[in-house]
């Protein structure tokens, strides 16, 4: 099933180059014919859908034209993806209904108020230009509800039993900081899903008005977020910092032979059609090693109270206790250090000494001292925290089990097309 662009960029569209007059979407529509006045376009499990939904549906999508005049091609196109679009979110509220549950007024509200505030708008302006180009702001809110439904049925069932586990994320990490060596590009993808001869060619017309769109200004991020089958459809199609290396040939090809940024044209997969957008380009980087340290030391001439200390200390938790129980000791935190500030005896020292455990005494100002090596990151600059990867890794799990549950239950429901 492919979701469509226009609904998403409509609201960017809206600030950007102002609102297709109700007017011209009435004449869009009354030349294609295409919509019955009143009567059923499809019944989803034995709940119609009607031509005024889809009607209305087509209307907010072909708000995402701009100023420009829609094509008799882009109306037939739009008016069958609003029907489509409309059905999965009949099933979705299906299930939700099975489950009993509700989403409350103030929950879509938000939710309209975060998409409006994307576009920079509020929420109350957003359902006035709506109102001005003849849209009901109900199919926008339609869509919200079952969007919040999906999203917390699908959390619900499997939320819990998505386990990331220490190796996925050092995995991930491992991959993160191989590819920071090599070239990279800031990528962001939509992906349509396409699995048969029929849907693909749907894709394609429909891949071709995506890119046109945002090629006149739509945002990406917006669009994928509506549009997109890929997991990362909920951070806006971002895949971060990639090498061609990390990608499909198709896509490797199309990435790695840009002479700008920008989006490129749509690229055909065995199961459907991404469009990338390359935002930007960076060559490999010395990675910089950071490390916390905690300097005991003493005013002594001899290193006899700081080798009891050092018997003593078991971990960096116990340097400052310890150092606190003697006055001619001494602890202080050095914390995210660049390694290479610490000079070439200092760094090799530091790097030579397990995380946890203690340097070899040294000669100071005005004493004696060792460096406690608390923690040490490699390349941590350029990398995602441990937590924050475990939460995308989980997120990204989650969404493919979200997308094949829809396509699962699209494949077992009874629809039927009038």
Known sequence: MIRHLLLAASVLTLTATGLVSGTAIAQSETET???????????VNDKPISYSDVRQRARFMLLGMGGQQPTQEQIQQITGQALEQLIDENLQMQKASEFELEVAPEEVSASVAQMAGQGGLTEDSLRQQLLAAGVNPSSLEDQMRAEIAWSRIMSGLYGSRIRISDNQVEDRLGRLRLASKKTQFRVSEIFLYAPDAETLEQATQAAGTIVDQLRQGADFRVAAQRLSSAPTAATGGDMGWISPEDLSEELSAAVSGITQPGVLDPIIVTNGIYILQVANKREPTKLTTKVDLIRLATSASDDTDLKAAIETIESCDDVKSVANSKS????????????????PEGKASVLATEV????????????????????????????PSRDDLKATLKNDELGLISQRELRDMRREATILYN
């Open 33 to 43: 014919s295409r919509l019955p006045l009143e009567g059923i376009a499809a019944i």
């Open 328 to 343: 001619s000791l001494r602890a202080s935190s050095l914390e995210d250090i660049n390694i290479d500030d610490l000079g």
């Open 356 to 383: 946890g455990s203690p340097t070899e005494i040294t000669a100071s100002t005005g004493g004696l001292a060792v460096l406690y090596v608390c923690s040490r990151k490699d390349g941590a600059e350029a990398l």
